[in-house]
């Protein structure tokens, strides 16, 4: 029986990480990557560096800030959507889906929403709107798909390291993690806490006061499963050695292993 392994990874800018997201790709040779924070207008996407790594790309890029991409292993992923529906107005590049391997799968860097409350935290929310709707016409599809990729949401307080310097951060207010748990609630999958439901796991750990040091981390990385794909989830992890290396990002690649018959 095959398997797909498909990771999520907030570079924080793909020119200056460039060097380990290559790394980490021929180490752990996820066959789906998502990427977020790239941080780079289109015509200065690495697409040939990674086309030699083996990797087909597509990506929406930004100047400076937000962009997004699909990685597929020795194949091209097909653009199906760049940006939500309904939200044709917004400016940033943040939403990219594509079909790759038999899938449908989603790039997405939500809006980190600080400080709030304010116009940033307000945009966060509606942008999350547009994601609720989105995801649920995907549901409803019946096809397989998974959702992932920065959702600057920490879903409840055991996916933090401690909650008392961060009780007024947009991250965890109470309507953030509703807007997640109403995606859980259309029959998504969150694979990491599904895989380890009794395990703190972390997957941004800050760059100041010795976060990665301290293992006083975050988890705002998600890989979401239609109900589809469920049956199929046979692992789930964070290469947590990516934060460790020099000049990295202040993320580490989470991933899911999925049973393909």
Known sequence: ?????????NVNGIQTRLAALLAWLEREAPDIVCLQELKTPDARFPAAALE?????????????????????RDSQPLEVRRGLPGNASDPHSRYLEAAVDGLLVASLYLP??????????????????????????????????????????VPSDFDIYDTRSWKKDALLQPESRECFE??????????????????????????????????????IDHLLLSA??????????VDRWVRGEEH??????????????
């Open 228 to 237: 589809s794909l469920a049956d199929h989830l046979e692992d789930a992890g």
């Open 182 to 219: 109403r995606l859980l609630r259309q029959g998504w999958v969150d694979a990491l806490r599904q895989r380890f439901p009794d395990r703190r796991i972390y997957t941004f750990w800050d760059y100041f006061r010795q976060h990665w040091q301290r293992d006083a981390g975050l988890r």
């Open 248 to 261: 990295a990002s202040d993320h580490a690649p989470a991933w899911v292993s999925l049973r393909l018959s």
């Open 112 to 153: 980190n929403g600080n400080p709030q409350p304010g116009p940033k935290f307000d945009y966060k929310l509606a942008w999350f709107e547009h994601l609720i709707r989105h995801a649920a016409e995907l549901m409803e599809s019946g096809h397989p798909v998974v959702l992932a990729g920065d959702f600057n949401v």
């Open 52 to 72: 030699r790594a083996g990797y087909g790309a597509i990506w929406q890029g930004q100047s400076a800030w937000n962009g997004v991409a699909i990685l597929a």
């Open 1 to 9: 029986m095959d398997t797909l392994k498909i990771a999520t990874f």
